[in-house]
């Protein structure tokens, strides 16, 4: 699967950014680079890298995704997370658009390291409407 365009993590062109990690090129070094496309993964519905990225003791059977048009994301905190880490926070806003209604998903989200791969593991969040 080929990606162009920029990517939606705001990281630049999606080939160069997050596109390897979606194609299994690559795995994500630290924890804010998985939560990034995790996003991505979202804004572009790929499901099955949503799923694969989820530690298996808090993932669901499966990931369903909805018509919600993800429009930016903004990191406003990481807590560890590093290549030397095991465990890792990051808290963001990812704006997005449903119908006419926009909004922010604000989300502390907790990710583990797995053997060599980051996982994400859970997260408090809240949508605060536009």
Do not use: K, N
Not at 70 to 83: A, M, N
Not at 103 to 113: D, K, N, P, V
């Amino acid at each position: 699967m080929t990606q162009q365009g920029d990517c939606p993590c705001g990281g630049g062109p999606v080939a160069e950014c997050c596109g390897p990690f979606h194609a299994g090129e690559a795995e994500a070094p630290t924890a804010e680079a998985l939560m990034r496309s995790r996003y991505s993964a979202f804004a572009l519905g790929l499901g099955d890298y949503l799923w694969r990225t989820w530690h298996p003791r808090t993932r669901p059977e499966r990931v369903t995704l909805d018509d919600t048009v993800w429009t930016s994301l903004e990191i406003l905190d990481i807590v560890d997370g590093s290549e030397r880490d095991q465990v890792g926070v990051v808290e963001f806003d990812a704006h997005f658009r449903q119908g006419r209604q926009r909004g922010t998903l604000h989300e502390r989200s907790r990710f583990e390291r797995r053997g060599r791969r980051w996982l994400y593991l859970d997260g408090e969040h809240h949508v605060d409407p536009a």
